[in-house]
């Protein structure tokens, strides 16, 4: 059974900075995508920050030069540093995980919110 926890999200003032974490446990395939989505208040969900398949990253353009992904294989955790944080930022950001092999399966975190005042 694969779970995702992320923790890390709050309410902060627009500029500033928050740090989320997502921690992968169980047994799962190295070959997937690891990353962030976010959902707003009637909104769909959209992709923030991704971990593709050979390791590179990729970023919504909303967030390029502000935010940044990473992760520690070791512990299976990636994390999203969030930069320069605007009021249209707000949203529940969840962790995602799909893995490939042997077969596609789509893993979701409990989501964390994420609150910029102005």
């Known amino acids: 059974q694969v779970q995702l926890v992320e923790s890390g999200g709050g309410l902060v003032e627009a500029g500033g900075s928050l740090r989320l974490s997502c921690a992968a446990s169980?047994?799962?395939?190295?070959?997937?995508?690891m990353g962030w989505y976010r959902q707003a208040p009637e909104k769909q969900r959209e992709k923030v920050a991704v971990?593709?398949?050979?390791?590179?990253?990729n970023y919504a353009d909303s967030v390029k030069g502000r935010f940044t992904i990473s992760r520690d294989n070791a512990k299976n955790t990636v994390f999203l540093q969030m930069n320069s944080l605007k009021p249209d930022d707000t949203a529940v950001y969840y962790c995602n995980l799909v893995t490939l092999r042997p077969l596609i399966v789509n893993y979701w975190g409990q989501g964390t919110q994420v609150t910029v005042s102005t």
């Open positions: 971990f593709t398949t050979d390791g590179s990253r």
């Open positions: 169980g047994s799962f395939s190295s070959f997937n995508t």
